[in-house]
């Protein structure tokens, strides 16, 4: 705290604000990096949403045209 009041009442008081300066624009620039790895976890993570709802789908495909064989199968003996 006495630091603070000897800045204050020197002339010091650029070099606080420049000190208070970098601070503040260190503090946003980890905000910003935390934004943009958290974006990127998301991007990911979606990545592997699509790509395991297009092999689920492949998947159904695949049973349908099973199903479509063993139903024409069928219904040439019937």
């Known amino acids: 705290m006495s ?29 910003q990096v935390d934004r943009w790895y958290e974006s990127q976890k998301e991007a990911e993570q979606i990545e ?11 998947e159904d495909i695949e049973g349908l045209k099973r199903q479509e064989a063993n139903f024409a199968a069928r219904s040439r003996y019937t």
Not at 3 to 29: F, H, K, N, P, Y
Not at 48 to 58: C, N, P
């Open 3 to 31: 630091r603070l009041s000897d800045l204050l009442r020197g002339t010091r008081t650029v070099q606080l604000l420049m000190e208070m300066a970098l601070i503040v624009a260190g503090v946003l620039l980890a905000f």
């Open 48 to 58: 592997g949403y699509l790509a395991r709802l297009i092999g689920d789908v492949e």
